[in-house]
């Protein structure tokens, strides 16, 4: 299938499915007395009522920058993976499960640099003055990033990164559809349902991996990652793991959809204009 419907389909859910991502990463950047934090519709009015509606869109360029690599790498390289592991032959479930894998950790490790300008670019307005990076655009900000950190702070955050992008990917495709004893002939329905449930799952099984990421990618210091961790649950306890739960899973089901419903019936579409 073309690239050029992938691009769409990416797109369209990177600008739908935005001001999600960006309440979800304010929640999970915020620090608290254990793990307790403001709600998602306390974020979401706090950012309309700080600097408008259009504030909901801070950092776009930095998601959907993020979508046309990390998505399409991890996208496009599936199929591909997946038929050079099984060698012309019927694909066992471990082969799925490592094809899944692999370009999910390819996808991740493409889009790291745009995942940590989202980061920053959305959590932003949430510090003080002195410490905000004021990235003008993903294009700006990419070039800050390498003259202020040099080529290490693209990597920034890439192992909690790459390890959400394996789990996150594995269970999508490879799980994608889990259901189908049920009898359902192939259809839309079955694409929504299926691509539902994967994605409530998938919240869950990501969360701590993905808020993880979010702040060490939002920090400027030379914390590692387990210092991080460990101030993280001495303060604020495990249940700080699972903060921005309830975006992450409204996002991701709209997303899932958009991404697998979409891209089916758009490559459906393609096939019958050949």
């Given at each position: 299938m073309c690239h050029f419907v992938r691009l769409i389909v990416i797109t369209v859910a990177a600008c739908v499915t935005h001001p999600l991502d960006l309440t979800k990463l304010r929640m999970q950047t915020m620090t608290s007395h254990n793990g307790a934090g403001p709600s998602t519709l306390k974020v979401i009015r706090q950012t309309v009522a700080l600097?408008?509606?259009?504030?909901?869109?801070?950092?776009?360029?930095?998601s959907v920058l993020r979508q046309m690599t990390y998505s399409l790498v991890r996208l496009g390289s599936y199929e591909g993976i997946k038929a050079?592991?099984?060698?012309?032959?019927?694909?066992?479930a471990g082969q799925l499960l490592l094809a899944a894998g692999i370009a999910?950790?390819?996808?991740?490790?493409?889009?790291?640099?745009?995942?940590?300008?989202?980061?920053?670019?959305?959590?932003d307005p949430l510090k003080p003055l002195e410490s905000r990076h004021s990235y003008k655009n993903v294009w700006s900000g990419l070039i800050r990033l390498v003259r202020e950190e040099g080529s290490r702070g693209?990597?920034?955050?890439?192992?909690?990164?790459?390890?959400?992008a394996i789990l996150m990917n594995t269970y999508l495709l490879a799980n994608g559809l889990p259901f189908t004893n049920i009898?359902?002939?192939?259809?839309?329905?079955?694409?929504?349902?299926?691509s539902s449930l994967a994605?409530?799952?998938?919240?869950?099984i990501c969360s701590p991996a993905d808020v993880i990421k979010a702040r060490v990618m939002a920090s400027t210091s030379s914390s590692s990652i387990i210092g991080i961790l460990?101030?993280?649950l001495r303060e604020e306890?495990?249940?700080?793991?699972?903060?921005?739960?309830?975006?992450?899973?409204?996002?991701?089901a709209p997303n899932t959809v958009l991404l697998f419903v979409f891209l089916e019936q758009l490559k459906n579409a393609w096939k019958f204009t050949q």
């Open positions: 600097t408008g509606l259009r504030s909901l869109y801070t950092g776009l360029s930095a050079w592991i099984s060698n012309g032959k019927k694909t066992t999910g950790g390819l996808g991740g490790i493409a889009g790291n640099p745009a995942d940590i300008l989202l980061v920053r670019m959305t959590t693209l990597t920034r955050g890439l192992m909690p990164n790459t390890v959400r009898q359902l002939q192939d259809s839309l329905l079955l694409h929504t349902i299926s994605g409530t799952v998938a919240t869950t460990t101030k993280s306890g495990p249940l700080f793991l699972f903060k921005g739960w309830t975006p992450a899973f409204i996002r991701l």
